[in-house]
């Protein structure tokens, strides 16, 4: 007998412009019973492909577990000298762009430093309260996991090129 295996998920589609280059990523809230020494959101990077269409490109990004209630994105488009940061949600089979955005804060980081690092903290899903990106290729910097003796924790560190600029991003809740 031959076992099929199903995968169920959503995907939905952009054109990007040209220079544009497009990722998204789904905002997660850590589960209560985790909370207590995690961030309360982490990030994960969604998977795409991508085709070219005349001289755009047509990008398709995969959610390979929708959340009935939804699914919380971070859509940022990198041009030439400028990122564009939006938020939406994936909701039934429609993304809806937010007029009210998550509350974000996002910096850009710059040295001249030959080994400057920036700590990140790691969970094995690699779901991260921090996202680290090279504007010029989108990618992000994966960090360099160790283990912290002190804290008695696995750790990530990302090792940033001198003279280079880096697009970072955290979702955090604001205090009423």
Request: net charge negative; aromatic share 10%; charged share 35%.
């Amino acid at each position: 007998m031959e076992m099929k295996q199903f995968i169920q998920g959503k995907h939905f589609s952009i054109t990007d412009q040209q220079n544009v280059n497009t990722v998204i990523y789904e905002v997660n809230k850590t589960e209560k019973e985790m909370a207590k020494n995690s961030p309360k959101y982490t990030v994960q990077r969604l998977d795409y492909t991508e085709e070219f269409v005349g001289e755009k490109k047509k990008k398709t990004f995969y959610i390979n577990e929708p959340n009935p209630d939804g699914n919380d994105l971070v859509i940022l488009s990198f041009g030439k000298e400028k990122v564009v940061v939006n938020t939406g949600v994936l909701e039934g089979d429609v993304v809806k762009v937010c007029k009210k955005p998550i509350p974000m804060k996002f910096r850009s980081i710059y040295s001249e430093d030959e080994q400057p690092e920036e700590e990140v903290e790691y969970t094995p899903d690699l779901k991260r309260p921090i996202s680290i990106i090279d504007p010029e290729t989108t990618e992000e910097i994966k960090p360099i996991l160790y283990f912290d003796e002190k804290t008695n924790e696995v750790k990530g560190k990302c090792k940033l090129k001198p003279y280079k600029s880096y697009f970072a991003f955290e979702i955090k809740e604001i205090n009423k």
